[in-house]
């Protein structure tokens, strides 16, 4: 079989190409930082980064949804300190008109009128709204978990209704209930008095020095601040739970970094160890090749 000059010159050509693509390729690495410029570079490396990068994205979503179901607890765990600090006070101040005996009909009312403005700043503190969402609403669509008159207009938790729970993911498996309603925390109307039911009785009992109502009032207030305590502690838990799953999810952001760097990031120095080697090869390469390839029709006919 006759070895043709052609023949010779075309597998030098394609050997060249070839050792010159290798060190094209290092060089991509070594500029891009990365093993993997398109799916053909590694077709198992690229499946293993495309799952890591899915799940690193889930992961930050993960983690706005932590961040955002914090901010919600901390301000429903605000609010219902706040509203706890009130009730108590309306306490005292019942206490105070069941204590009075021949208190003057002014003393009376002054009771009343301080029981009705905290009543009135209580409302407010129920219908405080976090991302036009009221705190103590549930699932609602509208600004206000209370009317005016202190009836609750939220969804759910009161005359049969269920509950529809507002949940935040914070991880692949588990969800955490970010908000408490109304009917939840302060009783509900249906079933009987609720806080701002009981308070209002309160304001106009005091004015009326009904002594007999005051002590009804009383028991049911007491009812209502063990409520709101168990309600704080329920939103305290789970305001736990938000901080445990925020250093979950930071450490496994941590981890699937180091996944997805292992996977695509280039290891410098053997790259360059590979790329100086490929150099050298390419370069006897051209050498060898000059000196085989004829490449003038004289060299060819000596």
């Known amino acids: 079989m006759r070895i043709t000059q052609r023949a010779i010159t075309q597998n030098s050509l394609l050997g060249l190409n070839s050792n010159l693509a290798a060190l094209d390729k290092l060089q991509q690495q070594l500029t891009s930082g990365t093993t993997i410029s398109r799916p053909s570079d590694s077709p198992t490396g690229t499946n293993t980064s495309m799952l890591t990068r899915r799940s690193i994205a889930d992961n930050e979503q993960q983690a706005r949804n932590i961040t955002d179901g914090t901010g919600v607890l901390e301000a429903t765990d605000t609010a219902l300190q706040d509203m706890l600090a009130q009730t108590r006070e309306v306490r005292d101040l019942t206490v105070q008109a069941l204590n009075g005996g021949a208190s003057s009909l ?11 403005g905290l009543r009135e700043s209580m409302l407010g503190q129920a219908n405080q709204v976090i991302a036009g969402r009221p705190l103590f609403g549930g699932a609602t669509s509208g600004t206000e ?3 005016p008159t202190g009836a609750y207009v939220g969804v759910g938790g009161t005359g049969g209704i269920p509950v529809v729970p507002v949940n935040r993911r914070v991880s692949d498996t588990e969800t955490i209930r970010v908000d408490i309603t109304g009917v939840e925390a302060f009783g509900d109307p249906a079933a009987g008095r609720d806080l701002f039911a009981v308070v209002q009785d309160i304001a106009t009992h005091a004015a009326g020095r009904d002594q007999a109502g005051l002590t009804s009032d009383l028991a049911a207030l007491d009812d209502a ?3 709101m305590t168990t309600a704080t502690a329920d939103v305290g838990t789970r305001a736990q739970r938000m901080d445990k799953a925020a250093s979950t999810n930071a450490s496994r952001s941590l981890t699937l970094s180091a996944q ?8 410098l120095p053997k790259t360059i160890m590979n790329m100086q080697a490929q150099q050298v090869s390419y370069q006897a390469a051209l050498q060898v090749t000059a000196q085989v390839l004829q490449p003038t029709l004289l060299d060819f006919l000596r």
């Open 145 to 147: 978990a209370y009317d």
């Open 106 to 116: 002014e003393s009376a009312q002054a009771v009343s009128a301080q029981v009705a």
């Open 225 to 227: 601040i063990s409520r």
């Open 260 to 267: 997805l760097g292992a996977t695509e990031n280039v290891d």
